[in-house]
T-cell receptor, first 114, second 110 residues
Framework: GAGVSQTPSNKVTEKGKYVELRCDPISGHTALYWYRQSLGQGPEFLIYFQGTGAADDSGLPNDRFFAVRPEGSVSTLKIQRTERGDSAVYLC????????????FGPGTRLLVL | QKEVEQNSGPLSVPEGAIASLNCTYSDRGSQSFFWYRQYSGKSPELIMFIYSNGDKEDGRFTAQLNKASQYVSLLIRDSQPSDSATYLCAVGRNTGKLIFGQGTTLQVKP
């Protein structure tokens, strides 16, 4: 079946602009995760959704970052007033039921803030 | 101290040899352990997971977990050039959140 999909694959924006990154999880997966990966580092946890609600948003770096999953499927990560330090690959993952399940990653969105 | 530590490498092994990748973690409450492979420019791909102390084998891959020593490893037998990638160790407390190490770069030389 189809895996996790993310759009856009690449996004270039200017400092101070607003961006939205979209994630479509594997069909039937109730848990969805966002991570951020900088060059040479492992993925860094941002937020975890179980269904429509954020079960853990402890990884969001500041209030410029926000994520939603209104219908328990597709999720959107929103970044306001982007900064050059936000440049990274944003990875989305999903798992079948939640906390103990294996997470499967999408291809990522490469964000570049100029 | 990082929560999950890996030697960044590169680890270089000849084709056909055994590659041994190591990972230590600091949180004794950790309950789930994962190895992901990541090719350059691609997203992480799950290789194995392990929850209990001991060894778990899957084809050419063996994951080893020692909770007392807070240590998890991945052995790759009969290494192939196609195994050349970055290997990420990830640790979870069954809360959903995974903590990743920085990854070890493996180079398998023909």
């Amino acid at each position: 079946g189809a895996g996790v999909s993310q759009t856009p694959s690449n996004k270039v924006t200017e400092k101070g602009k607003y961006v939205e990154l979209r994630c479509d999880p594997i069909s039937g997966h109730t848990a969805l995760y966002w991570y951020r990966q900088s060059l040479g580092q492992g993925p860094e946890f941002l937020i975890y959704f179980q269904g429509t609600g954020a079960a853990d948003d402890s990884g969001l770096p500041n209030d410029r970052f926000f994520a939603v999953r209104p219908e328990g499927s597709v999720s959107t990560l929103k970044i306001q007033r982007t900064e050059r330090g936000d440049s990274a690959v944003y990875l989305c993952a999903s798992s079948l039921a939640g906390a103990t399940e294996t997470q499967y990653f999408g291809p990522g969105t490469r964000l570049l803030v100029l | 101290q990082k929560e999950v530590e890996q030697n960044s490498g590169p680890l270089s092994v000849p084709e056909g040899a055994i590659a041994s990748l190591n990972c230590t973690y600091s949180d004794r409450g950790s309950q789930s352990f994962f190895w992901y492979r990541q090719y350059s420019g691609k997203s992480p791909e799950l290789i194995m997971f392990i929850y209990s102390n001991g060894d778990k084998e899957d084809g050419r891959f063996t994951a080893q977990l020692n909770k007392a020593s807070q240590y998890v490893s991945l052995l790759i037998r009969d290494s192939q050039p196609s195994d050349s990638a970055t290997y990420l160790c990830a640790v979870g407390r069954n809360t959903g959140k995974l903590i990743f190490g920085q990854g070890t770069t493996l180079q398998v030389k023909p």
